[in-house]
């Protein structure tokens, strides 16, 4: 792979949308820098270098106050980038690791103290090659306590994966509520699966996220502003305001054909939570219990 792509804004606009105090972005990555922490050979993409540098940097220009840093699938399972962006934080990140589900208690201790707070399982395969769910299933019966499983698969294998979920023993967060197709609407076969799930246990949780993947025009969605994103996910928010986590996905893996303005990513926030007690859940109260729960 000799082109390295870059798929997040230059400058990306200061938000209408101001977060309230202690605000954590929940869901971002850090891309290398490559020299010091090489991709996965298995990258599906090989991104432009994006560090901890410029994550805080767009922290502060957002008005976000954490991050919960998410390994991204291009580093494979070195989750070196992301526990060095952590150690640079000044306790102002906590992170989600992928790991080989053969790891050690040792080292699954050391994640803890390097700031991880959960391991992420990816189902996607335009990212991963394979993800062993019976390998997977062994791992989670032994992390540190007080972690969560992170889980990322798209909406038309939900209902086969469920078996596999009900089998996991703590918290699960699912990424961007698992891809529905957000032009279906609140109400539709996408929506109403995912509910269903969220039913099935009151420690399901999700991040009502990457509205500029769900609605982008190259899926058939409008693109920026995301109506149908904001349209569909609002009623979610508001049914489930205590199982809810929001990150702005940067630095958008992938998304380099269309790339979004973060700033218009977080004015999002407010359609989709429209009070500032569903803001406060969302951004610090929720947030703070998954990966900040020693100072809750
Ligand atoms: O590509 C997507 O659909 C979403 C991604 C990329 C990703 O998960 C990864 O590269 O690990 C995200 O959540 O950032």
Redesign the pocket.
């Known amino acids: 792979m000799s082109d390295r792509i870059t798929s997040w804004h230059p400058n990306p606009s200061k938000p209408g949308y101001t977060p309230p105090a202690g605000a954590v972005d929940a ?3 850090v891309f290398g820098p490559m020299a010091q922490f090489p991709f996965s050979p298995k990258a ?2 090989l991104p432009e270098d994006a560090g901890p540098d410029m994550l805080f940097a767009l922290r502060d220009h957002l008005g976000f106050e954490k991050n919960v840093i ?6 494979g399972t070195d989750n070196a980038a992301t526990l060095d962006a952590i150690a640079k934080s000044n306790g102002k990140a906590r992170g989600v690791a ?1 790991v080989d589900p053969a790891i050690s208690e040792d080292e699954l201790a050391k994640l803890h103290e390097g700031g991880i707070r959960g391991i ?1 399982f ?1 189902f ?1 395969k ?3 090659d394979n993800a062993p769910k019976d390998k997977f299933l062994e791992v989670a019966q032994r992390l540190p306590k007080g972690w969560h499983v992170v889980i ?1 698969f798209e909406a038309d294998i939900l209902e086969e994966m469920r078996p596999f979920m009900e089998a996991i023993p703590v918290p699960l967060v699912v ?2 509520m698992g ?1 529905p197709d957000v032009t279906q609407g609140p109400d539709g076969p996408d929506m109403r699966a995912f509910r269903s799930l969220l039913e099935s246990r009151d420690d399901i949780w999700f991040k009502p ?2 509205p500029d ?1 769900l609605d982008a025009r190259k899926e058939g969605g409008m693109g920026d502003p995301w109506d149908n994103f904001a349209k569909a996910v609002a009623p979610l928010v508001a049914d489930y305001p205590d199982r809810c986590i929001w990150g702005t ?1 940067w ?5 380099q054909d269309e790339v979004p303005d973060d700033g218009h990513v977080v004015d999002m926030i407010p359609r989709i939570a429209p009070t500032p007690e569903l803001q406060t859940k969302l951004l610090v109260a929720n947030p703070n219990r998954l990966y900040w729960a020693e100072q809750t």
């Open positions: 869901h971002c990555h599906k993409y998410v390994q991204a699938s291009c580093h992928v992420r990816n996607l335009r990212l991963v990322y990424d961007h891809r996220t990457c993947r996905d630095p958008h893996p992938n998304m």
